[in-house]
């Protein structure tokens, strides 16, 4: 969500907007973010990005070993069982699953956005295992030959962040423009937005609110579903109005979870997580409802 003065992605010190807050924390010697500004809008923290940070020199002893690491947690991510019932019931490899196959859906993908990692230097390990499925995913769709490329962002990335991951694959790129979110998309899009808050999913949808747009989405990220369960309890009346684009896409969305049996030690990586496809049937009827 952008400030008044643009550029800011918001980060509130707790509540229900705390998510950037956690994942920047600091697990290391040196302090997490310590080159990022912060200031506070109508009583929210919000991280001041300055693209910049991504050109500081890195020490490259300390990039080896912050790569090795992101590549453990992909070997981790690859033997799990996790990976197998991914493969197995999503994907559409090996034995067939239960449910649709997402080959048809991820198949045309031309274009996959990554947005929520944190900080791989600085923030929690969950953070590189949710990069390690996100080099996972760009590596099946790579070799349908329609993907061109994978952007990621966050506010909370480093130089040696932008290290790792434009490292790991040469069209992986770091995006230097902080769009909040509010990315139209021209074309099919994979979003894969780790545990990302409702405003910043409200966001990419917002900016594609539209019949030839909508459809372009797949967002891998919070299960709409459950946010549908919070809005049928009284404490979440409010969603709806908060946040209406995802309060109507999570009706007009067709939803695959990803496998909800873990073996991995972060297994909060990815709990409660879900593919989101957008049928064009669906979302014409949806806005015309909204119309």
């Known amino acids: 969500m952008e400030d008044e003065d643009g550029g800011g992605w918001l ?3 707790g509540g229900k907007r705390s998510w950037k807050r956690r994942k920047g924390k600091t697990g290391s010697g040196r302090p ?22 991504l050109d500081e020199e890195v020490d490259e002893r300390t990039a080896a070993a912050l790569n090795a690491r992101t590549r453990e947690a992909q070997k981790v991510l690859r ?39 944190g900080s791989l230097e600085h923030g929690p390990p969950a953070c590189k295992y949710q990069f390690a499925l996100a080099v996972v995913l760009a590596e099946d769709l790579l070799r349908s030959d329609k993907l061109d490329r994978v952007l990621f962002f966050d506010p909370a990335f480093t130089a040696y962040d932008r290290r790792v991951i434009e490292g790991a694959n040469p069209k992986f ?50 299960s709409f579903a459950s946010y549908k369960t919070i809005w049928g309890r009284p404490s979440g009346s409010d969603f709806g109005v908060e946040y209406p684009k995802l309060f109507s896409a999570a009706r007009c969305s067709r939803e695959v979870p990803v496998p909800t ?28 409802e909204m119309t």
């Open 11 to 13: 980060v509130a010190g």
């Open 32 to 53: 997490g973010n310590a080159h990022k500004r912060t200031k506070k809008t109508s009583g929210v923290e919000q991280i001041v990005w300055d693209p910049t940070v």
């Open 79 to 117: 033997e799990s069982a996790f990976h197998d019932q991914l493969c197995s019931s999503a994907l559409g490899r090996g034995e067939a699953g239960e449910g649709p196959s997402l080959l048809s859906g991820l198949g045309s993908v031309e274009e996959m956005v990554v947005y929520g990692l």
């Open 173 to 222: 790129c770091v995006m230097r423009e902080n769009e909040n979110c509010a990315r139209t998309a021209f074309r099919k899009t994979l979003f894969y937005m780790p545990h990302c808050e409702a405003v910043l999913y409200n966001a990419l949808l917002g900016a594609n609110w539209d019949s030839d747009r909508l459809p372009n989405l797949v967002i891998l990220g919070n």
């Open 261 to 288: 049996s873990f073996n991995l030690t972060e297994a909060s990586a990815f709990n409660d997580m879900s593919f989101h496809f957008f049928p064009r049937e669906a979302v014409a009827d949806a806005l015309d």
